[in-house]
């Protein structure tokens, strides 16, 4: 079956610092990959996507590469700040299933604190 | 575009009664919604899956009787939990797909959440 399996956290960094939360997943088909991102007390945004190998998701100054050789869709941002603080979701969308492939397989979870 | 929103975002009950909880599709059409659960500090469960017009389609483990699901029209699907128990105390997420299953990318978009807190 599909699993995402993403790293452990807590994370905490200073403010500027490099983020990397590492994302890796086994699937039977090709799937879609996403990053969402739940701030406290609320529900999960979008927050970058990548449809097929190769492809990078980027967004408000995130980004992550579609790897499939490594079955990987690690997060980055080059420089984090205070409100970057939330719990970060790796998850998949795989298209092979049929009638359930849009069914969304997700990470557990990284929590991110940036400190000032 | 592609808002959902939740309603309400918190609800406080007594064990036995039903909850309602109300997931809408603001500015775009939903053929598919989802439900899901999520406990504190853990991941989204999937509960369900429900498309438009038919019966819902349930995850292992979650009873159909308990968590009865109507997705009526393209814009709304409802969650009822009936005779609500402590151990439903939980965080309740609805999603949707914006157009067609299947569509290049099948993206879910996520509602803000219902906390249910059963007293």
């Known amino acids: 079956g599909n699993s995402v399996t993403q790293m452990e956290g807590p994370v905490t960094l200073s403010e500027e610092a490099f983020l990397t939360i590492n994302c890796t997943y086994t699937?039977?088909?090709?799937?879609?990959l996403f990053w969402y991102v739940q701030y406290p007390g609320e529900g999960l945004q979008l927050l970058l996507k990548?449809?097929?190998?190769?492809d990078k998701g980027s967004n408000k100054g995130f980004e992550a590469t579609y790897r499939k050789e490594t079955t990987s869709f690690h997060l980055e941002k080059g420089s984090v700040q205070v409100s970057d603080s939330a719990v970060y979701f790796c998850a998949l969308s795989d298209r092979a299933l049929g009638a359930g492939s849009y069914q969304l397989t997700f990470g557990k979870g990284t929590k991110l604190s940036v400190i000032p | 575009g592609a808002v959902v929103s939740q309603h309400p975002s918190r609800v406080i009950c007594k064990s036995g009664t039903s909850v309602k909880i109300e997931c809408r599709s603001l500015?775009?059409?939903?053929?598919?919604m989802f439900w899901y659960r999520q406990f504190p500090k853990q991941s989204l469960m999937l509960m369900a899956t429900?498309?438009?017009?038919?019966?819902?389609?349930?995850e292992q483990g979650v009873e159909k009787d308990k968590f009865l699901i109507n997705h009526a029209s393209l814009t709304l699907s409802t969650l009822t939990v009936t005779s609500a128990h402590p151990e439903d105390s939980s965080f309740y997420i609805c999603?949707?797909?914006?157009?067609?299953?299947?569509?290049?990318?099948?993206?879910?978009?996520f509602g803000p959440g219902t906390r249910l807190l059963v007293l």
């Open positions: 500015d775009f059409q939903a053929t598919t």
């Open positions: 990548a449809t097929k190998a190769d």
């Open positions: 429900s498309n438009e017009g038919s019966k819902a389609t349930y």
């Open positions: 699937a039977t088909g090709y799937p879609s």
């Open positions: 999603s949707a797909i914006q157009g067609l299953a299947g569509a290049t990318g099948e993206t879910q978009y």
